[in-house]
């Protein structure tokens, strides 16, 4: 699993040893966090490898043996790709493109990978099915995503590998460390009376429970699928930024001055309609345990009881 | 003008020159031919550069002071992904990272780009527009030409630039150097009483002659246009593989024995129909002057008149 350290992937990990499916971990731990390994380290069948995904000979080594690719590690920043426009190209695109290789050299005939929402840009059919109009990219990030969905597609058929392909929304629970609620407690913190919001907070979002998440995958991965499925993963509701903004406040006591930065979107690319039809993942026997409203709470109590992340991350 | 010694390249350089716009062309010359530049070199408004589209230094100082920039280079062959995984990867996806970055570095506001028809898959509407529904992708070419929209659309959303994105079916013409007519011909050079066609001679293709392709994008380029425009060019006609034979042959005076692979695929991630529904591209008041037969009829006229092509093509 590459990205093992990381926020999905480190819960995929517990989850997959809790099952007695040994796992081969990959992370070059640049957001990725040992601490999130620390029940998988002293599990007998968990290995760590300290690789990065641009490195394709490590990569064909780490494989070694394995029977499925879980491919999470990805640079999961929608918001800055202004600022460093190579880094989702070489993040998502090329080290996509190096997994499926190291698979190939390997025989490896399985791979799960984590996609995301906002390669659908603006949809212009709410909620967006899988098969919605062939849409235009907003966002370096959803661009870099596409790219390696599309390789990974046709890797799938040249060379005859099977890949999930899942297109989360935002994901939220235990070891979130990413987002608007963890930027949203980072400055409460700082100053509890009053909060910064990009754009007007009426933006429409999705988010899942990460629990929920992995067991989406291990639903899809059992599931008798073709080549390559695609399947968004969310639950059936969205909600505003403003009513995430209550719950984070009524979960920590706040009331904080709201500040609008203004505008429809949040940032150049921001989404202000993020919706996905997950008909096709329901339509496997997955269903989401946990409301938005659940998800956002459970996340705040997390971020609560591990300060020690907001400090990591600068 | 990036592929400016390629087949489509070197006549839109011959195009723009003639409406009296300087050009730069760049290119590495791996399937770009000297020859096809000899006019565009005794006009002085043309600048040529050696140099690759992986280099982005040289990229951006060959870019210093243009308007617009052009970008044809790619690897444009669709049916060998599978022996050379890495190629489309770099030559379609990571070069045009290049000439987007390239372009940023340099302020330059407008490009267009050859991408492919081939980036439907096997689009289950056709004729295909060019919003269908969101396309699997079953070639390594499809998929790089796809990441290359991708970047170009999230770096014209993200850094104000405009761009049209050219969804070409195959084109054919003076300077053809790739693709069925041309292996059609040189096989039938080598033995004329035998023909031996991958699949069943009944795969559904489009074509568009070279000339009309040109009058496209002027086209397009004129058009007061969107951000990003996506636009399939092609004639609003197929053909089958075997009309194609046909005319071929006819030209030819030759009758040969047609051995035929079998099946409805010519290889690995062959797509047994395409066609492209061009009413977007019609909308802007463009026409296709020739048809696909003329097209077919045209291009062995060429090749028998440039026979240094098979051979310089190994």
Redesign the interface.
């Known amino acids: 699993m590459t990205g093992a350290a990381g926020f999905i992937g480190s819960n995929l990990v517990d989850r997959l040893l809790a099952r007695g499916e040994p796992v081969v971990g990959y992370d070059n731990f640049s957001t990725g966090q040992g601490r999130f390994l620390e029940t998988a380290l002293r599990n007998p069948g968990f290995g760590l490898i300290r690789g990065d995904v641009l490195d394709l000979d490590a990569l064909r080594c780490a494989m070694q043996g394995a029977e499925t690719v879980y491919h999470l590690a990805a640079n999961a920043d929608v918001r800055f790709?202004?600022d460093h426009?190579?880094r989702d190209?070489e993040q998502n695109?090329?080290a996509t493109?190096n997994v499926?290789?190291a698979m190939?050299l390997n025989g490896i005939g399985q791979m799960a990978f984590a996609s995301t929402g906002s390669?659908y840009?603006e949809a212009p059919v709410i909620p967006t099915p899988?098969?919605?109009?062939?849409?235009?990219?907003?966002?370096?990030y959803?661009?870099?995503k596409?790219?390696a969905?599309?390789?990974i597609?046709?890797?799938g058929?040249?060379?005859g590998m099977r890949a999930s392909i899942f297109r989360f929304v935002s994901i939220l629970g235990e070891r979130y460390s990413h987002g608007h609620v963890f930027d949203f407690y980072r400055q409460l913190l700082e100053h509890p009376d009053s909060l910064r919001v990009l754009g007007n907070g009426h933006q429409k979002k999705s988010y899942l429970y990460v629990q929920d998440c992995v067991d989406a995958i291990f639903c899809a991965m059992n599931a008798d699928a073709e080549k390559?499925t695609?399947l968004n993963l969310g639950t059936d509701e969205y909600c505003e930024v403003n009513d995430s903004i209550g719950w984070i406040c009524g979960r920590l006591g706040m009331q904080p001055r709201l500040e609008y930065t203004g505008g429809d979107r949040g940032w150049?690319?921001d989404n202000p309609f993020i919706f996905l039809d997950c008909k096709r993942m329901r339509s496997l026997g997955w269903a989401p345990k946990y409301s938005i409203r659940e998800s956002v709470v459970k996340t705040v109590e997390y971020l609560v009881e591990n300060r020690w992340l907001l400090e990591s991350r600068g």
Do not use: K
Request: glycine letters at 12%.
């Open positions: 790709g202004a426009p190579r190209l695109a090329i493109w499926l290789e190939r390669i840009g899988e098969d919605c109009p062939f849409p235009n990219q907003t966002s370096l959803g661009a870099s596409l790219a969905e599309g390789l597609a046709a890797y058929e040249t060379f390559v695609v150049i690319g």
